[in-house]
């Protein structure tokens, strides 16, 4: 069974960083995409950063564009994706999710577009004080 944890969430300060950890379990990366969506209270989901592996392509929203970094270490028994997020803001408090999808087949933008994954953790949350 494919199973994603997210981690390192928490409460920081404006202009602070912080790195947030997705450990994925079950599941050899090969053709892959990955990726980090968020949601704010009273707000839609929003696709920030997905990486695709069919054709190396990195998507990030314009919110997120220069601040934050997606990353995928998948050295053997350490398969873990990295958002790391810099100069916070208070509209970047939100629930964090990681999302999988085991076949990729499509470029990062298209399934930061669309949410569609297969596979999602359970969010970890992170507040950004003013």
């Known amino acids: 069974e494919v199973q994603l944890v997210e981690s390192g969430g928490g409460l920081v300060q404006t202009g602070e960083s912080l790195t947030l950890s997705c450990t994925v379990s079950g599941f050899t990366f090969d053709e892959y995409a990955i990726a980090w969506f968020r949601q704010a209270p009273g707000k839609e989901r929003e696709g920030i950063s997905c990486l695709s592996s069919t054709d190396g392509s990195t998507y990030y929203a314009d919110s997120v564009k220069g601040r934050f970094t997606i990353s995928v270490d998948n050295v053997k028994n350490s398969n873990t994706v990295y958002l790391q997020m810099n100069s916070l803001k208070p509209e970047d408090t939100a629930v964090y999710y990681c999302?999988?999808?085991?076949?990729?087949?499509?470029?990062?933008?298209?399934?930061?577009?669309?949410?569609?994954?297969?596979?999602w953790g359970q969010g970890t949350p992170v507040t950004v004080s003013s």
């Open positions: 999302g999988l999808d085991r076949l990729g087949g499509w470029s990062g933008t298209y399934f930061c577009e669309t949410g569609i994954l297969d596979v």
